[in-house]
């Protein structure tokens, strides 16, 4: 008994030993096939975070990316909200004062945050003006030369 069991394995032993291995390799798989697939809103609560995160490390065109991609799978109001900050922080005025604007459009928005929106879009605005202004003034004085 003890040669059988230090011997090469018969082929008997191989053809049982290979078979088991394949149960289990099916058993693993389908285990992996049965997991539950995240919703959206769980997909979109990860970019949210991660838009969070961004924001926080200052990665503004990150974090309005993040804040993008959960609003196209979860559309939250809050998540225009946040996209407009970023875009606002990162300098892209017109992007951040359309976010606003769609963010107030949605009437279940908090008093609180509807003010701040309504800030902010005449604060964008008025930059966004005098860079007209300043622009145009340029290019008169160009002209003149």
Not at 29 to 38: E, F, Q
Request: one cysteine or more.
């Amino acid at each position: 008994m003890r040669e059988a069991l230090t011997s090469h394995p018969t082929p008997a032993f191989r053809r049982i030993r290979t078979a088991l291995l394949a149960v289990a390799v099916v058993c693993l798989a389908a285990g992996a096939l049965a997991a539950k697939p995240k919703s959206a809103k769980e997909q979109a609560s990860e970019w949210y975070k991660a838009g969070m995160a961004r924001m926080e490390q200052k990665q503004f065109v990150e974090a309005a990316a993040a804040f993008e991609r959960a609003f196209a799978l979860d559309p939250d109001p809050v998540l225009l909200w946040n996209m407009g900050r970023s875009y606002q922080e990162a300098g892209e005025l017109e992007t951040a004062k359309k976010r606003f604007e769609s963010f107030l459009a949605h009437a279940d928005v908090p008093g609180e945050l509807r003010t701040k929106a309504s800030e902010r879009i005449v604060e964008i605005s008025l930059i966004l003006e005098k860079r007209k202004t300043s622009e145009a003034d340029a290019k008169r004085e160009a002209e003149l030369r």
